[in-house]
């Protein structure tokens, strides 16, 4: 990359989906950031853009001077409520979007996230977590969780579903389901994407949890 992204186009990376770094723009726009290698068009339908590596450095970037009080003002990104921004359901929130589209939109994020780990992994491995899932592993957590049809809990905790949830222990979530079967088909759902899993007791509740962290090798 020779030049900048233009306003535009920073616009465009600034409104990335801040889980999967999939793109919204017009056909010029999302071409114009895959030539600077800013992007990549995934080789499946419906053949969405997603940020490249150096995409996402371009917006941590635009992040990171948004927060400094000598920075000038970056111009807000559309509202995500326009322009479909995913969202893994960690558990808890309200599901009530779901269904066929809800399917496709998990589905997509997922093949992102794949093609994501291919490019930033030098031997193009797909089968443990990247660097971006260590520094969001709830999100990173909860959708392969979804991905793999695992149902996201409610807000009635009685119903059941998954809940994950950060820890104090570095680089690990805690994974809740309160049916014993269903706890360990999360472990399970999760080794195959690349983290390692083991089960434990909470000490003054005595509820089961699975204790998850991404594989480095």
Do not use: N
Not at 36 to 48: E, I, M
Not at 73 to 91: E, L, N, Q, W
Not at 172 to 201: N, S
Request: with cysteine; charged share 25%; glycine share 10%.
């Amino acid at each position: 990359m020779t030049r900048p992204p233009t306003a535009a186009q920073r616009h465009v990376i600034d409104a990335a989906d801040p889980v999967t770094g999939r793109l919204k723009g017009t056909g010029a726009q999302l071409a114009a950031l895959v030539t600077r290698g800013l992007a990549f068009r995934h080789p499946r339908a419906p053949h969405d853009h997603f940020l490249t590596p150096a995409g996402h450095r371009v917006r941590e970037t635009s992040e990171a001077l948004a927060e400094t009080p000598e920075a000038v003002p970056v111009t807000p990104a559309p509202p995500a409520a326009d322009t479909g921004v995913f969202a893994a359901r960690i558990g808890g929130e309200d599901a009530s979007a779901s269904g066929p589209a809800r399917a496709r939109e998990v589905r997509s994020a997922w093949e992102g996230l794949l093609e994501l780990r291919r490019m930033t992994h030098s031997d193009g491995a797909v089968d443990r977590p990247c660097g971006w899932e260590r520094a969001h592993l709830v999100q990173a957590a909860a959708l392969a969780l979804e991905a793999a049809g695992h149902r996201p809990a409610g807000a009635d905790t009685a119903a059941g579903g998954y809940r994950v949830r950060a820890t104090p222990q570095p680089e690990a979530v805690a994974v809740h389901e309160p049916g014993p079967e269903a706890l360990r088909a999360c472990a399970a759902t999760l080794e195959k994407a690349g983290w390692q899993t083991g089960e434990y007791t909470e000490p003054r509740t005595g509820v089961r949890y699975v204790l998850a962290s991404p594989r480095r090798v």
